[in-house]
């Protein structure tokens, strides 16, 4: 299978061979399409599986097939976090660049001036990328319409949510023209992402888009037995003995972020935080220094699981495990992209050992354990650790994650 075998335009056909697409991935076979014949679209697919392109592609598509002057915005892709809406917008970037016309597409997210945004919608825009909030604020300003939207794509709804963005989806619905296209692309699926599908979409084509052989990332999984408090030492031994170029390290706060970090860059390792607390420009500088090279360890909160695009980055390793399986997949997803192989490290304590079985179950794959020598446990696992069944680590009172999907599900639901 090709893409032109697809139904693409020609010339959209030869821009995606041009920038090194070679063939559809499983979501991009199945969701393109049915894109085109202007179905609504509710796909299940994880990071790094193509769905930009299997939603960019078909809006491209009717863009350049369009016969009459288009008036107003024709395609809305709301993503969860500012890196995925750069990433993104991008990536459809790249595509327009190698087409016979032109398309304009717009980025938009919070943390940083409105003005420059505004200024660059002037004369309107084809296709926006933007998060739930600055939207608003876009529309507030009247620097953009949505009245007459073609297409709505809601990328990564399960994040959407989980962030809690329900009232401002909420109220951009409200705003879009009742018929338009939906093109609706979530990792999981929990009651408040099914029932928001269940209102926006009608009579969906389902698509479920596991790895096929040809595009299955290859990452390699290791799993290093270890003590919680010498967790640090072990990575700092890890990245000179390994001689990792660049690792993005996962931790479960912002605390953590600023502490490891901290603690790396005393024993000598070019090492810096990222977090949520940055600002924009704080956020762009340490990823433009991290992407070059010129720091080594790049020590993250789950703002960055989502939305990161870094070149053949090698390593990623779990210091705090995800909370949920999901979130694993797309923290190790940062690795083994566009054809290249990486390395997925998770350092399991005797206290999180259950947590990380639940890991193993739900992506059906046993990673052997690793000890290293001079960092051997002393604590033992527990028999039966205890897991709630959202995935996450033990706990008798609901987080604010959970009550937040609860929320968005309530919301969500039709009144009667």
């Not at 296209?181 to 992402?193: E, K």
């Not at 940062?334 to 739900?362: D, K, M, P, Q, Y």
């Amino acid at each position: 299978m090709s893409f032109a075998t697809l139904g693409l335009a020609p010339a959209l056909a030869d821009a995606v061979t041009q920038i090194g697409y070679e063939t559809p991935t499983a979501i991009q076979a199945a969701a393109i399409p049915a894109a085109l014949r202007g179905a609504d679209v509710l796909g299940s697919a994880q990071t790094g599986s193509g769905k930009t392109a299997a939603f960019a592609l078909p809006m491209l598509h009717a863009l350049l097939g369009a016969k009459r002057e288009r008036t107003g915005l024709y395609g809305l892709v709301l993503v969860p976090t500012r890196e995925l809406a750069t990433q993104v917008g991008e990536a459809i970037r790249k595509l327009v660049q190698q087409l016979p016309q032109p398309v304009k597409v717009s980025i938009a997210f919070g943390g940083v001036s409105i003005n420059p945004q505004m200024m660059a919608l002037r004369g309107g825009t084809d296709i926006m990328v933007a998060t739930p909030g600055r939207l608003l604020d876009l529309l507030e300003h009247n620097a953009l319409k949505v009245d007459r939207t073609a297409v709505l794509v809601l990328d990564e709804a399960d994040k959407l949510l989980d962030m809690g963005f329900s009232e401002e989806i909420a109220k951009i619905l409200g705003k879009l023209p009742a018929q338009r296209q939906n093109l609706f692309f979530s990792a999981t699926f929990p009651p408040a992402v099914q029932a928001l599908a269940s209102r926006l979409l009608r009579e969906p084509v389902r698509i479920e888009a596991s790895a096929d052989a040809a595009h299955e990332p290859d990452i390699l999984q290791r799993a290093i037995e270890v003590d919680a408090p010498r967790r640090t030492q072990l990575l700092k031994q890890l990245v000179r003995q390994e001689k990792w170029s660049r690792v993005l390290v996962f931790v479960a706060t912002k605390y953590a972020s600023e502490h490891v970090a901290d603690k790396l860059r005393r024993n000598g390792v070019r090492a810096e935080a990222f977090h949520g607390d940055f600002s924009q420009g704080a956020r762009t500088e340490v990823l433009a220094d991290f992407k070059s090279g010129r720091l080594q360890v790049l020590v993250a909160t789950d703002v960055a699981a989502r939305g990161i695009d870094i070149a053949e980055l090698p390593v990623v390793v779990n210091y705090d495990l995800p909370r949920s399986p999901a979130d694993y997949t797309h923290r190790i997803g940062r690795t083994g992209r566009a054809g290249a192989s990486g390395i997925a490290v998770s350092f399991v304590s005797a206290e999180t050992e259950g947590h990380f079985r639940l890991i193993e179950n739900r992506q059906k794959k046993r990673v052997p354990r690793e000890r290293v020598a001079g960092f051997e446990p002393v604590q033992q696992a527990a028999a039966s650790p205890v897991s709630d069944p959202n995935g996450g680590v033990k706990g008798h009172r609901k987080s604010k994650k959970d009550k937040l999907r609860e929320a968005a599900a309530l919301a969500a639901q039709p009144k009667s």
